[in-house]
């Protein structure tokens, strides 16, 4: 049975997945500082550690995505634009549990399978980014209707959106090659 590429690069003893599912919320949390500040959904870069966390750690990456989101909502000041439960009732929450869902999604196809199959990576770091905007843009078009939740909650991001998607395939695949060539040596 293969492994994820962490477990490839730092083993599988529990403190190596304990580290592993903090710094996944440390890069969340960072990731969510380097913003554009757009209205009402804010240009980050959690998406991109989103894909990144989820396909290389597995279910670590999924653990570290919802710790992320629990201890925002719980007060943490770790979000784009702060933290607390009334973020809940934010427009911008829907990408939040979007990105919780992709992460699972992501992490139960590459939970187990170091996989070199660069279609199957990109398809799902695709169907994750069309989650994150699915959940985001319904909860979003909840408080500014669908037609202007598509306008300011996706066409301002589709550029940067696909940047980052091919920008976490190429780092994803590259630590895969990386991880196989050693295994293989």
Do not use: D, W
């Not at 599912?21 to 440390?26: D, E, F, N, P, S």
């Not at 911008?92 to 992460?103: P, S, W």
Request: charged content about 5%; hydrophobic content about 55%.
């Amino acid at each position: 049975m293969s492994r994820t590429i962490s477990e490839n690069i730092f083993g599988t003893h529990f403190f190596s997945k304990y580290y592993l599912t903090i710094l996944g919320v440390i890069l969340l949390t960072v990731s969510s500082k380097i913003s554009i500040p757009f209205y009402p959904v804010p240009m980050t870069l959690q998406t991109l550690v989103v894909y990144f966390i989820a396909a290389s750690m597995g279910m670590v990456g999924f653990y570290s995505t919802f710790i992320y989101v629990v201890l925002g909502t719980l007060g943490l000041p770790i979000f784009a634009n702060g933290g607390g439960i009334g973020y809940i009732f934010s427009p911008t929450f829907g990408f939040l549990y979007g990105m919780v869902v992709a992460a699972f999604f992501i992490s139960f196809i590459f939970n187990k399978e170091v996989s070199t199959n660069l279609i199957k990576l990109s398809l799902t770091i695709f169907i994750g980014a069309l989650i994150i905007f699915l959940c985001g843009l319904s909860h979003l078009s909840f408080f500014i209707g669908f037609e202007q939740a598509v306008t300011v909650g996706l066409i301002p991001f589709l550029y940067s959106e696909f940047l980052k998607i091919l920008l976490a395939i190429a780092i994803i695949f590259g630590l895969i090659q990386r991880v196989n060539s050693k295994n293989h040596k």
